[in-house]
């Protein structure tokens, strides 16, 4: 079994910066991605960041220039680093960890964390 914690939201003014964090743990021999995604109140969950083992990265148009996505691949850790946060910011943010193998030579799954309260107010 994989876990997928997130860490480090909470309550930041507008034009803050936050730094989440994401680790995987369990039996882990490879992470294909990772990303993240948020779900603001009333609305559907939305992608948000994700970057390949290999670095490739990609980001929302809604929050290139502000965020930085970046990854620990000896840790199985991942981090989204967020500057100039807006109100519009205010989601749960969760993790996605795509394709996970576990035992070499068999298909991997995806996971998800529990998410992380980002709240961004005056």
């Known amino acids: 079994q994989v876990q997928l914690v997130e860490s480090g939201g909470g309550l930041v003014q507008p034009g803050g910066s936050l730094r989440l964090s994401c680790a995987a743990s369990?039996?882990?021999?490879?992470?294909?991605?990772m990303g993240w995604y948020r779900q603001a109140p009333g609305k559907q969950r939305e992608y948000v960041a994700r970057?390949?083992?290999?670095?490739?990265?990609n980001y929302a148009d809604s929050v290139k220039g502000r965020f930085t996505i970046s990854r620990d691949n000896a840790r199985n850790t991942m981090y989204l680093q967020m500057n100039s946060l807006k109100s519009e910011d205010t989601a749960v943010y969760y993790c996605?960890?795509?394709?996970?193998?576990?035992?070499?030579?068999?298909?991997?799954?995806?996971?998800w964390g529990q998410g992380t309260q980002v709240t961004v107010s005056s």
């Open positions: 970057i390949s083992s290999g670095g490739s990265i």
């Open positions: 996605n960890a795509e394709n996970v193998v576990s035992n070499p030579g068999t298909g991997g799954y995806d996971y």
């Open positions: 369990g039996r882990i021999v490879s992470i294909y991605a």
